[in-house]
């Protein structure tokens, strides 16, 4: 079955704390993965895709085939990174999303 | 980027009613847009895959007759809910990937029904 899981509903760390966001997925095939986040009132936005290999605003996440992971991290967190995060997966050149639970990221002053 | 918007943001509606929502595509032109339903505090769950020019596309569990959706041109596809319930009353919204960009999908605010 083709799922998304994001075990942490809240993570919550101080402003220069690093950061990972823990996301582990089942696909039986070579999906696309994703972090998309969703700011306070705004719409959900890409942050990053497995494909690119980019850093965004700090953040990277690698594919971990082996551990079936897709993890985001960050070295050091600032107040603004505050938002909702979701790990998406794609399979088949569909289009579709599968989307995890998603993630609170809460950085405090 | 390229730009998504749905109409109405918010719709307050009585039960047995229908209600549309529009998702359009601003700038480009999308043959294949995407709708989801979202819980509160929950992730989002996709719905169908809406498909100019032919039927659209339902995820297992979604009801086509309750849920219609029409992709009458390459900017516009419309999702009607159909005998309104307050069990429909959700937050939805849609997706479109820019042509030639099956990875990417810029995503519309979302519009929020409320059924009574």
């Known amino acids: 079955a083709q799922r998304v899981t994001q075990p942490e509903k809240l993570l919550s760390v101080f402003k220069g704390a690093p950061v990972e966001l823990k996301c582990n997925y089942s696909y039986s095939g070579s999906p696309e993965l994703f972090w998309y986040v969703q700011y306070s009132r705004q719409r959900l936005q890409l942050l990053l895709r497995?494909?690119s290999r980019e850093s965004i605003k700090g953040f990277t996440a690698d594919l971990n085939k082996g551990e079936t992971s897709f993890h985001l991290k960050k070295p050091f967190a600032q107040e603004e990174d505050s938002a909702m995060y979701y790990c998406a997966l794609s399979g088949s050149n569909t289009g579709k999303l599968i989307f995890g639970q998603g993630t609170t990221l809460q950085v405090k002053p | 980027g390229a730009v998504v918007s749905q109409h109405p943001s918010r719709v307050i509606c009585k039960s047995g009613t229908s209600v549309k929502i529009e998702c359009r595509s601003l700038?480009?032109?999308?043959?294949?847009m995407f709708w989801y339903r979202q819980f509160p505090k929950q992730s989002l769950m996709l719905m169908a895959t809406?498909?100019?020019?032919?039927?659209?596309?339902?995820e297992q569990g979604v009801e086509k007759d309750k849920f219609l959706i029409n992709h009458a041109s390459l900017t516009l596809s419309t999702l009607t809910v159909t005998s309104a319930h307050p069990e429909d009353s959700s937050f939805y919204i849609c997706s479109a990937p820019v042509a030639g960009g099956q990875e990417t999908q810029y995503f519309g605010p979302g519009t929020r029904l409320l059924v009574l």
């Open positions: 700038d480009f032109q999308a043959t294949t």
């Open positions: 497995h494909i």
């Open positions: 809406s498909n100019e020019g032919s039927k659209a596309t339902y």
